[in-house]
C-alpha cells in the first residue's frame, strides 16, 4: 500500500512532468518553424525568441506547483512531516489541474505560436499580434496553477 508521503510527493511528481512534456512540446513546435523561418532571414531572432519561449511557461508552472507541495511536506531544510494516505490523495489531486492544462495548453500554445512565426516571416511589424494569440491559450495553464495553488492552500498537514 503506498504511503501519503509517497501519494504527495507524486502528484508533485506530475505537475513536473506533464507540464514539462506540454512545454517541450510547444517549445520544440515553436522552434521548428522559428529555424525554418531563420534559414531565410536569421535578423528575425529577436523576434521569434519571444515566441518559441511562451510555451516553456507550463513546464515553470509545474514546477512551481512542486515544489510548493515539497515545501509543504518540509522535504527541504524541515522535518518531513507526518502524510496520511487520506491527506497524500488530496495533495495528489490538488496537483491535477497544473498538471494537465499545463500539458494541453503547452502542446497547444506551440501550435499557435509556430503559426505566429509564420506570420511574422511575412509581417514582421506584427509580432503583438501573435503574442496576444498565444497568450489566450496561457489563460488556462495561469488557472490550473491557481486552482492548485488554492487546493493545497485548504489541505491541512
Do not use: R
Request: proline share 3%.
Amino acid at each position: 500500500m503506498l504511503s501519503g508521503l509517497t501519494l504527495a510527493i507524486f502528484g508533485a511528481a506530475l505537475a513536473v512532468v506533464l507540464g514539462g512534456i506540454g512545454s517541450a512540446i510547444g517549445v520544440g513546435l515553436a522552434g521548428q518553424a522559428s529555424s525554418g523561418v531563420m534559414s531565410e532571414d536569421p535578423d528575425k531572432f529577436g523576434s521569434l525568441l519571444l515566441l518559441v519561449a511562451l510555451p516553456g511557461t507550463q513546464g515553470i508552472y509545474g514546477f512551481l506547483s512542486a515544489f510548493l507541495v515539497i515545501l509543504k511536506l518540509g522535504l527541504v531544510g524541515g522535518t518531513v512531516a507526518t502524510v496520511s494516505v487520506n491527506q497524500g490523495w488530496q495533495m495528489l489531486i490538488s496537483c491535477l489541474p497544473v498538471a494537465l492544462t499545463g500539458l494541453v495548453s503547452g502542446i497547444h500554445q506551440g501550435k499557435v505560436c509556430a503559426s505566429g512565426v509564420y506570420m511574422i516571416a511575412k509581417q514582421p511589424k506584427d509580432l503583438m499580434k501573435p503574442v496576444i494569440m498565444a497568450a489566450l491559450v496561457e489563460t488556462y495553464a495561469v488557472l490550473g496553477l491557481l486552482i492548485t495553488i488554492l487546493i493545497q492552500n485548504g489541505i491541512t498537514i
